[in-house]
């Protein structure tokens, strides 16, 4: 949980700014990971003050939203579907625990995630198995249509924080903070509707905030997703760049009013076995407002946050809309 610092010494604010800038600069067209999704949740990195760790101790964050979207043309299971329409509730509790490292003049801790899947509904317009080649041609030709999806709830792919770190400089301040997703949801290569992807990924994420003595913030998040092998299908999924920002006012200590968005694309192409139904390029982006108020409760501070976000364009990935309602205790 953050809370606005009240004192910090005044830094100069255009390193920060162009350090931000850079790091939105980042991200350009992209291929596509398996399915059209992958463990990066969009927007969901989102979020006020994404690089300040105000202080050590235990936190526990609470985040439950609701996605529904549309994708068009995407491989899965060994199939190409014409498109693919999805509406979830997700709720992602993470718990951590942060030191003060007097040697490193900053922060270092660790934490977990636990996603449980609410409900998830898919269905599937149209799939085609490529699988079988023309005698004619010697061409990849469809054998076989289907309609297909489903509903399933429970626990998604758990995630491991093995190092959180963190500095504050003033109106600046940075967080490290790499991510390991486990392979522990439910998964079925015939099911639409899997609770998990298969697969590990490491996710190493750097945070950002520029928060000005006049209430002004800037945060982003950069991170760089590297997928493992999907072991059931022989695909392995190329790796990801995602960037999410906030642009925010601070209305006062207790209330801030913004705008966060989100940028994704693949940096590698699929590969293995697996990956024998063509290149799918796919990117995405997004945006929509967002607001956090801290209330005191039972003699702490409890974050509540809300946001919105549209997706404004993706190609062969899903787009649609998300909204979140998450709380935030430090203790």
């Known amino acids: 949980m953050h809370h606005r610092p009240r004192t910090a010494p005044r830094r100069p604010a255009a390193l920060c700014l162009c350090l931000a800038l850079f790091l939105l600069a980042a991200a350009r067209p992209a291929l596509a990971v398996e399915g059209g999704a992958s463990h990066y949740i969009q927007g969901a990195y989102g979020d006020f003050l994404m690089g300040l760790i105000p202080a050590p101790g235990f936190s526990v964050r609470n985040d439950t939203f609701y996605q529904s979207g549309h994708m068009s043309g995407?491989?899965?299971?060994?199939?190409?579907y014409a498109g693919l329409d999805e509406s979830m509730v997700m709720n992602i509790?993470?718990?951590?625990?942060?030191?003060?490292?007097?040697?490193?003049?900053g922060f270092l801790g660790l934490?977990?995630?636990v996603?449980?899947?609410?409900n998830e509904h898919i269905t599937g317009d149209v799939a085609a198995n490529y699988s079988r080649k023309s005698r004619a041609t010697g061409l990849d030709t469809p054998h076989h249509l289907e309609y297909g999806g489903g509903d399933r709830g429970g626990l998604s792919d758990l995630f491991l924080m093995?190092?959180?770190?963190?500095?504050?400089?003033?109106e600046c301040h940075l967080a490290v903070m790499p991510i390991v997703f486990l392979p522990t949801g439910y998964y079925d290569k015939n099911k639409l509707t899997n609770l998990g992807m298969n697969y590990t990924t490491f996710d190493g994420n750097v945070a950002f905030t520029w928060l000005g003595k006049a209430g002004f913030e800037v945060s982003v998040n950069a991170g760089y997703m590297i997928n493992t092998e999907n072991i059931t299908t022989k695909y392995t999924s190329g790796n990801?760049?995602?960037?999410d920002w906030t642009a925010a006012y601070h209305v006062n200590q207790r209330l801030a009013l913004g705008a966060v968005g989100y940028l994704l694309t693949q940096t590698t192409p699929d590969t293995g076995s697996g990956a024998n139904l063509g290149s799918f390029y796919s990117s995405g982006t997004g945006i929509g407002p967002a607001v956090t108020y801290t209330v005191p409760v039972a003699g702490k501070d409890v974050m509540l946050i809300a946001k919105w976000l549209h997706g404004i364009?993706?190609?062969?990935?899903?787009?649609?809309?998300?909204?979140?309602?998450s709380f935030a205790l430090k203790f």
């Open 74 to 80: 995407t491989a899965k299971g060994g199939k190409i």
């Open 93 to 105: 509790t993470k718990l951590s625990y942060v030191f003060d490292v007097p040697a490193m003049g």
């Open 111 to 113: 934490g977990l995630g």
């Open 115 to 118: 996603p449980v899947i609410i």
């Open 162 to 170: 093995p190092v959180i770190a963190g500095w504050n400089f003033g």
């Open 240 to 243: 990801q760049l995602h960037v």
């Open 313 to 325: 364009g993706s190609t062969h990935s899903f787009l649609g809309d998300s909204v979140f309602a």
